[in-house]
């Protein structure tokens, strides 16, 4: 019986007085499960790490995703045609924001019991993790992608760094600063 089924059947056999079959009915078929919450950990490192592993696709699209320091760059250069808000507001940050800035997604969320960890974290978007948000993969339809390979696509990090290099002032600025400094830290972790 589908869940719609379930609930008519609630509701008709309340309709009939019998609140107890119903209830029973819905305890039975809908089972509430409370999870306890869990305070997710993930850092810039291990997010950027996530990024890489999934060589900057989105698991849930296959679309291409870029480096979040190569964004921020893009919005400090050109402020007006590429804006970034630090809180994401809609009306202030470029939509490219939303549909290619890569974040790190539960695949089972952890308000469902998912473990806060690397074998349940993903590359996505930004749009598709809030469109997610507390949702199964198979509650929404969607399926879990292969990873990418970062040799077929670094998601403009190699770029970001080159540019930086070539212009060290950007340094000054903190956001820059981060994701340069997690992009050396990780590209020497991988050459070790």
């Given at each position: 019986?589908?869940?719609?089924e ?5 509701c008709?056999?309340?309709s ?5 079959s119903?209830g029973?009915?819905?305890g039975?078929?809908?089972?509430f ?9 993930c850092?810039?490192?291990?997010a950027l790490?996530?990024f ?7 698991r ?5 995703l870029?480096?979040?320091?190569t964004?921020?760059l893009l919005s ?18 470029h939509?490219?924001y939303?549909?290619?800035?890569p974040t790190?997604?539960h ?7 998912g473990p806060d960890d690397?074998?349940?974290?993903v590359t996505?978007?930004?749009l598709?993790?809030?469109a ?8 929404l339809?969607w ?7 970062l ?6 990090s190699?770029?970001f760094?080159?540019?930086?290099e070539a212009?060290?002032d950007?340094?000054k600025?903190?956001a ?10 990780a590209n020497?972790?991988?050459s070790?």
């Open positions: 019986m589908s869940d719609s379930t609930l008519a059947s609630v008709r056999l309340l009939q007085g019998s609140a107890d119903a029973a009915l819905l039975r078929e809908m089972p499960q409370p999870v306890a919450p869990v305070t997710r950990k850092t810039q490192r291990q790490g996530v890489r592993r999934d060589g900057f696709l989105c849930y699209s296959g679309e291409r870029i480096f979040p320091g964004l921020r400090v250069l050109w402020p007006e045609q590429f804006p970034f808000h630090t809180n994401w507001k809609m009306g202030e940050t939509l490219a939303w549909r290619l800035y790190v997604d695949v089972v969320p952890v308000a469902r019991g690397t074998t349940n974290w996505t978007s930004q598709r993790n809030s997610k948000s507390n949702w199964l993969l198979g509650e339809g399926t879990l992608r292969p990873a990418g390979d040799r077929d696509w670094d998601g403009l190699g770029w760094l080159e540019y930086v212009h060290p950007l340094l600025i903190p820059i600063k981060s994701w340069y400094h997690a992009l050396r830290r020497l972790e991988s070790a």
